[in-house]
Nanobody
């Protein structure tokens, strides 16, 4: 089992940058595929990005491709989401998620979730 705690959310101007962090508990962090999702009011939860166990495989949602970068530091049990050139439509609660599996299915079912961190992008 893994527990996830997000941080780094807040208010950012469009065109600026923001980095989200997700700290995971446990000693098996490198066994999990890690991902970021987001949900804006009135919208369904949306896949943002996922990263494989060692970071060698990455997937991005179309709406963030080229602007956001996911990374992980297994020594620190942490996954990051670097948000560059954010837009007002990126405003949402961002969630960190983890799935324990041995095959690469970045948009599969995630069992573990953080509590979320609010990101608001002003125009």
């Amino acid at each position: 089992q893994v527990q996830l705690v997000e941080s780094g959310g807040g208010l950012v101007q469009a065109g600026g940058s923001l980095r989200l962090s997700c700290a995971a508990s446990g000693r098996t962090f490198r066994s999990y595929i890690m991902a970021w999702f987001r949900q804006a009011p009135g919208n369904e939860r949306e896949f943002v990005s996922a990263i494989s166990w060692g970071g060698g495989r990455i997937d991005y949602g179309d709406s963030v491709k080229g602007r956001f970068t996911i990374s992980r530091d297994n020594a620190k049990n942490t996954v990051y989401l670097q948000m560059n050139n954010p837009k007002p439509e990126d405003t949402a609660v961002y969630y960190c998620a983890a799935q324990l599996r041995t095959d690469w299915v970045p948009r599969g079912e995630y069992k573990y979730w953080g509590q979320g961190t609010q990101v608001t992008v002003s125009s």
